[in-house]
């Protein structure tokens, strides 16, 4: 970083042969962190740092989770096999699944990982300004790691269309070095050249409440303090539930005092109501359950 000599860290831009113009202090990097793209009037890219949901960033030992998180670990390595073959050092994901369940926890955690790794994520609201914005990051670094989230993408695409979507998903503006991360309530909602198309999204994953061996390692961590029989019961009764319902027992139970059995009913009574997609398979490109990630 350059040293400045105002208040303000401006600095000279060189722009050309004998053309300069003021600028902010400058980095060759981004700092490593999860950030929101936009672009101002000129059309010039700015990139907010946003903080992690980190309230449920647990992992589960043989979790499907867990199998997602060792699958992008060892992609990353995979680069030179890529090269070899000609193909875009790129990945797809596409969660799905009832609301509460563990989708954007999921993808926090892959983000919280590449950011460890001294890498970047980016958010996208808008696939038009998304793409700008990240045309000029791969200009100054080309060979940097990046993911890139697309959370409820179905609104993106009702709010957007999906023409831009599909130009950087896998025409003019795909880039290597990337993964692509979203997630969606309503896969229905999504058209087949979203979810039929190879290359566009590879994996297709259900993520489902968590099952009694997940909830218990769940109460394990947040209530150490719990006896046996207290956590079989609260495992009991938690059956079926999202992970945001769990985090909701916790709270209404532990922080507000409330009795444990009401507690439960209600939230079964709300989960009842939450809208849920129908589980559904295309003939022309499979939605991949648990058991397709090795």
Same mark, same amino acid.
């Given at each position: ?11 000279? $831009? ?11 202090? &400058? ?14 009037? #000129?059309?010039?890219?700015h990139f907010t ?16 989770? *867990? ?25 797809? #994901? ?17 983000? $919280? ?15 038009? &300004? ?40 896998? !025409? ?5 070095? $990337?993964?692509?991360?979203? $997630?969606?309530? #309503? ?14 999204f590879d994996r ?28 079989? *019961? ?5 059956? !079926? ?19 444990? *059995?009401? &507690? ?14 129908? *589980?559904? &398979? ?13």
């Amino acid at each position: 970083m350059n040293q400045t000599t105002n208040e303000y860290g401006f600095q000279w $831009s060189i722009n050309g042969v004998g053309h300069y113009a003021m600028c902010g202090r &400058t980095v060759a990097t981004l700092p490593a962190g999860a950030y929101s793209c936009y672009t101002d009037n #000129y059309g010039n890219p700015h990139f907010t740092e946003r903080a992690l949901q980190v309230d449920e960033l647990i992992d589960f030992p043989g979790s499907l989770s *867990e199998r997602i998180l060792k699958e992008i670990e060892r992609f990353w390595m995979l680069g030179d096999r890529f090269a070899r073959y000609g193909f875009l050092h790129r990945r797809g #994901y596409l969660f799905w699944g009832k609301q509460g369940c563990g989708k954007s926890s999921l993808i926090h955690m892959i983000v $919280s990982r590449i950011v460890r790794a001294s890498h970047v994520a980016f958010f996208c609201e808008s696939p038009y &300004t998304f793409i700008a914005c990240m045309t000029k990051f791969r200009q100054v670094e080309p060979e940097r790691p990046i993911v890139c989230v697309f959370e409820d993408i179905e609104a993106i695409i009702e709010d957007n269309g999906d023409s831009q979507l599909l130009q950087w998903l896998d !025409g003019n503006h795909q880039v290597s070095k $990337s993964i692509n991360l979203a $997630s969606t309530n #309503y896969p229905e909602k999504l058209d087949k050249r979203i979810i039929s198309r190879p290359r566009r999204f590879d994996r297709i994953l259900q993520i489902e409440s968590p099952d009694a061996r997940v909830r218990e390692a769940y109460f394990v961590r947040k209530l150490p303090e719990q006896t046996l029989a207290e956590r079989k *019961e609260w495992v009991r009764l938690t059956a !079926g539930l999202p992970f945001a319902a769990l985090a909701e027992m916790i709270i209404s139970v532990y922080c507000l005092g409330n009795d444990l *059995e009401e &507690t439960a009913d209600l939230l079964r009574s709300l989960d009842a109501h939450n809208p849920t997609s129908q *589980e559904y &398979t295309e003939t022309n490109g499979e939605l991949y359950d648990e058991a397709s990630v090795n």
